[in-house]
């Protein structure tokens, strides 16, 4: 499975930006997809995760600002993001786990197992 992530760039604070995540290779439309990013000098975080049926999770920091969804047909999740804050720079990574799992479980970074490469976002002030 290959993971590419694309749609970072340069933004004022309360701009928009969508991500998009493409899927190749031997994929599975029914496992969780999940956004995660890492900013310099910090681990890497919980953005937002989506599951085979569209079940839906965010981060509590970005409730109401991003919304992650999804095109079977395309192989492709998408991350829209809103009213964006100079805090919400940082590399956004796409992941994909393996096989299915509870819903619950679709925030752990661990489960996750195939990866893209990133791409960056820098929200200026």
């Known amino acids: 499975v290959q993971l590419q992530a694309s749609g970072g760039g340069l933004v004022q604070a309360g701009g928009s930006l969508r991500l998009s995540c493409a899927a190749s290779g031997r994929t599975s439309s029914a496992v969780a997809v999940g956004w995660f990013r890492q900013a310099p000098g910090k681990e890497r975080e919980f953005v937002a995760a989506?599951?085979?049926?569209?079940?839906?999770t965010q981060a509590n920091s970005m409730q109401g600002r991003f919304t992650i969804s999804r095109v079977h047909a395309k192989n492709t999740v998408y991350l829209q993001m809103n009213s964006l804050k100079p805090e919400d720079t940082a590399v956004y990574y796409c992941?994909?786990?393996?096989?299915?799992?509870?819903?619950?479980?679709?925030?752990?970074?661990?489960?996750?197992?195939?990866w893209g490469l990133g791409t960056q976002v820098t929200v200026s002030s």
């Open positions: 992941a994909a786990q393996d096989r299915v799992y509870p819903s619950g479980l679709i925030r752990r970074v661990d489960l996750y197992r195939y």
């Open positions: 989506i599951t085979g049926i569209g079940r839906n």
